[in-house]
RNA sequence: GCCGGGGUGGCGGAACUGGUAGACGCGGCGGACUUAAAAUCCGCUUCCCGUGAGGGAGUGUGGGUUCGAGUCCCGCCCUCGGCACCA
């Protein structure tokens, strides 16, 4: 009994995190300090990070991704910026509809289950976040505009509807997403192999876009995203080639080939078209029939993966007729192979083995002629052994024989252009955007289909499109909106007739694409947003996130708000100003993830060292964009320290003698602290900021232990240090601010400036370098000059032990670096 | 294959525009306090030779530029991400 007592006593003066932590949640949250507000005379600084999806579980992964930016709109809002630092939850999607299946929960309620609890271990952080501004995306309030967004674009003419392929199982006749195929291209269910399948379906145009796309000027984003969405739009100058066609029975007189080197063209000793090509029927002769039918039934059959794997030895098919190269009138075979993609370019090629490696490869096993027009410009007329893809001088190319490729690309582009032959053009990789998922947990597409009317889009007062509550969840892979009868069966807004509703509903990107703009009026329920306060907080100042969606959600939102900015509808074209991306946090080996099954929470750190604790010792693993492995036993140190911090605060501090020199001493350190904090903060160099204050209070203990400066001056420094920590330790930095007799709260503070005076170094120690090795240092006055340097240096006694009795050529000094001098 | 990041002590990582390599932390060793342990505090800790002062080597690897290279240039190796038959 006395113990305990005696212990309780002990513990009211230690660092208690648990304690500390809760109460001053509970305080931010009832003082409301982190409600924001629009209109003061503070410049606004929008600092967003990706938003979660709806997991259940929030890992370190996750807070790795949010204790970061949260500390860094802490510290733009000391600087005395209004900040917007908004969270919420990206709701939709197939995991809870594999949950509904598997586990018979409405998808709504394990999401709405998944959000409380994730909720909750946000809180747990510690963040700046305004709950009054959540937005979670599958509420029919949020939802309701993402349908509105839909029925602006298509009103735009930027929706359109087309068959495009899809993974289908042959077995649970069903429609498969891409990460439901598994292993070697087989159902995740049944294990047989998917296959293609048309359906029609929904898209965006964003292809109109692609151009737009590709400029990232007045953006500041980091480098290898922009090289990853220009790869993704796969930009290729080049031509497009007419070649005739002289096909009994066809009315098509000609058919198109994009090539990006027409320099070439009278290489071609062959012409190839994808399986796919709407003209391989017609172009096939009665007696290659059966064995063009069962090569492109074959195709069909091939997984996707296995048809884009590179290296496979070439496949195809002679359809047994011919088509015409107009610049030599050569009659040149038409064959069919897998290794043209029907999505990119027109669906045809021609076939140039001399120079394309892989038209040479599919010329040799069909043994076709290779005819080499393009020779190194340093060529001796050797033999041709592999293709030559480079540029270079044109041989048996007619009049334009001896031309350079340049010149010849011009020269034929310009006969091609005249003659109506061909014509310059641009192709991208880029497609189309897939919006329809054969889903039910997404938003509705609120569209109509009439069978007097056609395609009818929902009235804007009628939305939102609702989910059926009542929707059943069987294991079909197909969208249960199309088995509920109350969904889709409806009226005509048109002619009130009998109608059926689209039952698929929207990709979640598309949810995802408009988010940053409801957070800054998540209540308005007469538009998406509110005009005036999307002026005031838009475009977003710095999104940080994971570099995972360079060329997904990222691209899609920046489609978006161009779109919505031709409309009219917001004024400025790109919605993330500054991105930055965060690495990855590796645990056993892998990326720490939910469905690799290596996830650590944060839940029982939090309980045991604090979410100061946590929060720092992830911002110490490394630089933020690097990421790092997560280590059980590196978390103790930042605790340590911690608890270092709270007794140097806590302890009486009594000067015993002030001595002026380590006064000064400590000012500059103070000064010197407080730049260096603040410059790392601005690039995000989280490790060396809590490297720096380590210091600091290395430093402070080695004062206290002296006790040679004044109580104030001791006390200016221990209040500084808790500003320079208030926003990586919120919690413990608002406890030692009131105990050490300062107002509540030290989050409404201003951050600390330095003087440049007292940041500068008075003492240097000069590094003595004799042939560029280390001999001696040398502590001078950081204003002496030149001349003093080379005195004081040759004077020395151990530069004399290696001067002495030879010549120095030179001595260098560089001021306030090095004297380096050089002898023989 | 192409594009991009990265290779620094036992470990995570520092190092400004080329100027004392290894800040800070973890771990380890030694010491103080304690009956003891934990916690805490102090000291040491790149490797090799040397009792020491000191010397030598050293930032994936081989060259180069320079008074001086982790940093710049050329060639190679490993590793992590992205894209991948895009005509």
Redesign the pocket.
């Known amino acids: 009994m006395f113990w305990i007592e005696l212990n309780f006593c002990y513990m009211a003066h230690k660092y208690n995190p648990q304690e500390i932590e809760k109460r001053w949640q509970e305080k931010w949250a009832i003082d409301r300090i982190y409600e924001v507000k629009e209109g003061d005379n503070r410049p606004e600084f929008y600092c967003l990070t990706m938003f979660p999806y709806t997991s259940g579980d929030l890992h370190i992964g996750h807070w790795y991704a949010m204790a970061p930016s949260d500390v860094y709109a802490r510290f733009k809002r000391m600087q005395g910026y209004n900040v917007l630092h908004p969270m919420g939850f990206d709701a939709f999607g197939l995991p809870a509809e594999n949950a509904a299946i598997s586990r018979g929960i409405h998808p709504y309620e394990w999401t709405m289950n998944n959000i409380e609890k994730m909720r909750h271990q946000l809180k747990s952080m510690g963040a700046i976040y305004d709950w009054n501004r959540e937005v979670i995306t599958c509420l029919p309030e949020y939802y309701k505009w993402t349908q509105w967004f839909f029925l602006k674009l298509y009103h735009a003419g930027l929706a359109y509807r087309a068959k495009a392929p899809v993974n289908w199982c042959p077995k649970c006749q069903t429609v498969l997403a891409n990460e439901q195929v598994v292993g070697e291209g087989s159902c995740e269910r049944c294990g047989t192999t998917v296959t293609k399948k048309d359906l029609e379906q929904w898209f965006f145009r964003i292809t109109k876009y692609a151009e737009e796309l590709l400029d990232f000027s007045g953006i500041n984003w980091p480098?290898?995203i922009k090289?990853?969405q220009k790869?993704?739009i796969?930009k290729?100058d080049?031509a497009e080639i007419f070649f005739a066609l002289e096909h009994e029975g066809l009315e098509q007189k000609e058919i198109r080939?994009?090539?990006?080197?027409p320099d070439t063209i009278f290489g071609v000793t062959f012409f190839l078209l994808?399986p796919e090509h709407p003209l391989v029927g017609q172009l096939t002769t009665p007696e290659q029939k059966a064995e063009v039918a069962e090569y492109v039934a074959w195709c069909r059959r091939q997984p996707e993966y296995m048809?884009?794997?590179?290296g496979?030895d070439?496949?195809g098919v002679f359809l047994g007729s011919y088509v015409i190269n107009r610049l030599n009138r050569e009659r040149v075979p038409v064959w069919i192979t897998?290794?043209?993609?029907?999505?990119?370019?027109?669906?045809?090629?021609?076939g140039?083995p001399a120079h394309?490696?892989?038209?040479f490869?599919f010329a040799q096993k069909f043994h076709l002629p290779i005819r080499p027009v393009i020779v190194p410009p340093d060529w001796s007329g050797g033999e041709l052994t592999q293709a030559y893809a480079e540029l270079g001088i044109m041989i048996n190319s007619g009049q334009f024989t001896g031309l350079s490729s340049e010149q010849g690309y011009e020269a034929i582009c310009d006969l091609l252009e005249e003659k109506g032959w061909g014509r310059r053009t641009v192709?991208y990789?880029l497609r189309d955007w897939l919006i329809s998922r054969q889903r039910y947990w997404g938003a509705p597409i609120p569209l109509v289909y009439c069978d007097k009317c056609g395609i009818v889009p929902v009235p804007e007062k009628d939305l939102p499109v609702l989910l059926p509550p009542d929707a059943e969840f069987k294991p079909t892979g197909e969208s249960p909106l199309k088995y509920c009868p109350s969904f889709v069966n409806t009226t005509c807004p048109k002619c009130s007739g009998p109608a059926q509703r689209e039952t698929d509903t929207m990709d979640t990107f598309m949810c995802s694409s408009w988010y940053f703009l409801r957070y800054t009026s998540p209540k308005t329920d007469e538009a998406p947003f509110d005009t005036e306060k999307v002026k005031y907080w838009l475009p977003v100042d710095l999104y940080t996130g994971g570099?995972?969606h360079?060329?997904m959600h990222l691209f899609y939102a920046r489609f978006f708000i161009k779109a919505l900015r031709d409309m009219g509808l917001v004024d400025f074209g790109e919605p993330f100003t500054h991105l930055f991306n965060q690495g990855t946090i590796i645990y056993r080996g892998?990326?720490m993830s939910k469905s690799k099954g290596n996830v650590v929470a944060p839940d029982e750190y939090v309980a045991e060292l604090g979410a100061d604790a946590v929060r720092g010792y992830l911002m110490?693993?490394?630089?933020w964009?690097?990421g790092?492995?997560w280590?059980d036993?590196?978390i103790?140190?930042?605790s340590?320290?911690l608890?270092?911090a709270w007794?140097l605060v806590e302890k009486q501090y009594a000067s015993r003698a002030v001595e002026p020199e380590t006064e000064k001493e400590l000012r500059h350190f103070i000064h010197k602290t407080i730049k260096k904090v603040t410059e790392d903060l601005e690039r995000f160099?989280f490790?060396?900021m809590?490297?720096s204050l380590?210091?600091f209070t290395?430093y402070l203990?080695?004062v206290d232990?002296a006790r040679n400066v004044s109580i104030p001056l001791w006390q200016e420094a221990i209040s500084c240090f808790l500003l320079l920590l208030a926003p990586t330790a919120p919690h413990l930095a608002e406890e030692l601010w009131i105990r050490t007799g300062h107002p509540y709260s030290i989050h409404n503070e201003s951050w600390p400036n330095f003087d440049e005076e007292l940041v500068k170094e008075e003492q240097?120690?000069l590094?003595i370098?004799i042939?560029?090795?280390?001999?001696d240092?040398v502590v001078v006055s950081a204003s002496v000059s030149e001349a003093e340097v080379k005195e004081l240096v040759l004077a020395r006694e151990?530069v004399k032990a290696y001067t002495d009795g030879r010549k120095i050529l030179?001595i260098?000094y560089?001021p306030k670096?090095?004297v380096?001098i050089?002898v023989r």
Do not use: C, H
Request: aromatic share 6%; proline share 3%; no cysteine.
């Open positions: 480098e290898r090289i990853m790869n993704w796969g290729s080049g080939v994009f090539t990006t080197r994808s048809r884009t794997a590179l496979r070439k496949t897998d290794y043209v993609l029907p999505t990119y370019g027109t669906g045809a090629v021609m140039v394309d490696e892989r038209d490869d192709s990789r570099a995972e360079a060329v892998a990326k110490f693993i490394g630089p964009e690097l790092g492995e280590s036993n590196g103790v140190g930042i340590r320290w608890n270092k007794g160099r490790n060396t809590l490297a380590m210091e290395n203990s080695e232990i240097i120690t590094p370098q042939n560029g090795k280390l001999r240092k151990r030179n260098i560089v670096r090095v380096s050089v």
